[in-house]
C-alpha cells in the first residue's frame, strides 16, 4: 500500500474531512456500523444517518423508522379515522381531517429504546415538522371527551398471524399537556407510507412508541389503555419507596449526541444535538478527555433558528433539539473519547449514567461516548 493511504502517516493535504465517531459500547461497537445496520433491519429498525443528527431539521429520505416490519398502503379515498367513546362519535374521511385547522409541531421524535446498550449508535431519534389537525380539535370536532379519561390509538399494520394492529395508549392529561396533533404531513410533504400514510399521532416530549403510524382508530375509554405495549413492551422496573414497580415509558430525559466530527483548519468541528427533559435546553458541554474535563459548546436554539425562517410560534418548538458546534484542536495525534452533556433551563444537568433508580431499556440518559481517532498530520514537505 502506498504510504500516502495510511491513515497515521496522512499529510495535511491529504487529512480527512471528517473523522469516525465510534460508540463505545453497544452493537455497532462490536459488529461495526454495517453490520450493527443490518442487524437492526432485522427487527425492523433503521437508525438516522448520524450527520443528521447535527441538523435543525432531519431530513424525511433516512429518516429513522421502528416498526414491525408492516407496511400497509392505505387506499386515501376509503380512509376513515374512527373516533370512539366520545361525546359525539364520528368517522372522519381524508378531506374532513385536511379541512381542520392544522398545527405545526417541531419536535424530537425518539424511540424510547434509542441509545440502550444494544443501540449504542443512538441513532433512532430525528426531528421533523409536522403538521395536521390538534388532538384539542378532534375531540372539539366529536362534541368533547365525553366520558373518556384515557384514549388509545390504533394503526392498520395488522401482524399476519395476530391479525391485531398497532396499538398504545395514554390519558387525556398527558395528551394535553403534550399538546399532540394528528400530523398529515412530515417536512411539509403528505405522510410517506413508510412514516405512517395518510396520518399518525404526534405526542412533543413522549418517546414515540405513543406516535402510532397507518392512524384508523381513536378509542376514548375511562380506564387506562392497558394493551401489551403499554403493560408490557415498553416499560423499566423503577424504585419508589424500597420497592422496584413496572413503569411505562413516557417523557424524553435530558439528552445529547455528537454527531459529526469534520476537518475544520488545523483542528476539528464537532456538531451534535441535545433536547428533552421537558425544559428547554440552556447549554450543552463537551469533554475531549473522558469526562476529567468539560467546556461549553456553541448551542443554537429551535428558536433562533425558526425566528429566522418564518413565524413558528414558542409553542410550536416545545420539545425541539437544539445544535451545538465546538471547536477542537486536539493535542496530538492519538485516540481520544469524546462526550457531551446537556444541561436544561433549571440547571439539571445529563449524568454519566443512567438513573440508577431506573432499570430497564428506556430511558438512556446517560452521556453516550464517542472514541475518534486523530490521524498524525505532517506539512507537506515544502521547497529544501
Ligand atoms: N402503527 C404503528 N405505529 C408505530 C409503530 C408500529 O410498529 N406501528 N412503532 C412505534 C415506535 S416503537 C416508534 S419508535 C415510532 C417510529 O416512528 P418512525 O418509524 O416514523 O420513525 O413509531 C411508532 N408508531
Ligand atoms: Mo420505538
Not at 376513515?80 to 374521511?93: E, I, K, Q, V
Not at 384514549?151 to 398497532?166: C, I, M, N
Not at 416499560?235 to 414497580?245: F, I
Amino acid at each position: 500500500m502506498p504510504d500516502s493511504l495510511s491513515l497515521a502517516s496522512t499529510d495535511l493535504a491529504a487529512a480527512p474531512e471528517s473523522l469516525e465517531l465510534r460508540p463505545v459500547d453497544g452493537l455497532p461497537r462490536w459488529l461495526g456500523g454495517r453490520l450493527a445496520r443490518f442487524f437492526l433491519r432485522l427487527v425492523s429498525m433503521e437508525e438516522n444517518d448520524a450527520a443528521h443528527l447535527a441538523r435543525m431539521v432531519t431530513p424525511t429520505a433516512g429518516y429513522f423508522r421502528r416498526d414491525r416490519h408492516v407496511h400497509p398502503e392505505v387506499d386515501p379515498t376509503t380512509y376513515r379515522l374512527n373516533l370512539t367513546g366520545l361525546a359525539d362519535p364520528r368517522s372522519l374521511d381524508l378531506a374532513e381531517l385536511q379541512a381542520l385547522p392544522r398545527e405545526t409541531r417541531v419536535c424530537v421524535q425518539e424511540c424510547a429504546g434509542n441509545g440502550n446498550h444494544i443501540m449504542g449508535s443512538a441513532g433512532l431519534c430525528g426531528q421533523a415538522l409536522w403538521s395536521g389537525p390538534s388532538f384539542e380539535s378532534l375531540l372539539e370536532r366529536c362534541g368533547g371527551p365525553g366520558d373518556s379519561t384515557h384514549f388509545a390509538f390504533h394503526g392498520q399494520d395488522t401482524l399476519g398471524v395476530l391479525k391485531r394492529g398497532y396499538h398504545y395508549g395514554l390519558s387525556l392529561a398527558e395528551l394535553r399537556k403534550a399538546r399532540a396533533i394528528v400530523a398529515l404531513t412530515m417536512n411539509g410533504e403528505p405522510l410517506s407510507r413508510r412514516h405512517g400514510f395518510p396520518a399518525r399521532l404526534i405526542v412533543p416530549q413522549i418517546y414515540s412508541m405513543s406516535h402510532v403510524k397507518w392512524l384508523c382508530h381513536v378509542e376514548g375509554k375511562t380506564r387506562p389503555h392497558m394493551g401489551i405495549h403499554n403493560r408490557l413492551v415498553f416499560t423499566n422496573k423503577e424504585l419508589h419507596a424500597g420497592k422496584w414497580v413496572r413503569v411505562q415509558a413516557r417523557w424524553i430525559g435530558l439528552k445529547s449526541v455528537i454527531a459529526h466530527c469534520t476537518r475544520e483548519g488545523s483542528g476539528w468541528l464537532l456538531t451534535g444535538c441535545a433536547w428533552g427533559g421537558e425544559r428547554p435546553i440552556a447549554s450543552v458541554e463537551l469533554s475531549c478527555d473522558g469526562g476529567l474535563s468539560w467546556q461549553p459548546a456553541h448551542l443554537q436554539t429551535p428558536a433562533e433558528f425558526f425566528r429566522e425562517r418564518g413565524d413558528l410560534p414558542a409553542p410550536a418548538l416545545a420539545g425541539a433539539w437544539g445544535v451545538f458546534t465546538f471547536h477542537w484542536l486536539p493535542p496530538g495525534p492519538g485516540t481520544y473519547k469524546l462526550g457531551c452533556r446537556a444541561i436544561d433551563s433549571d440547571g439539571n444537568i445529563q449524568q454519566l449514567d443512567n438513573d440508577p433508580k431506573v432499570h430497564g431499556h428506556f430511558n438512556q440518559t446517560r452521556v453516550k461516548w464517542r472514541s475518534v481517532t486523530v490521524p498524525e498530520r505532517r506539512l507537506p514537505p515544502g521547497p529544501a
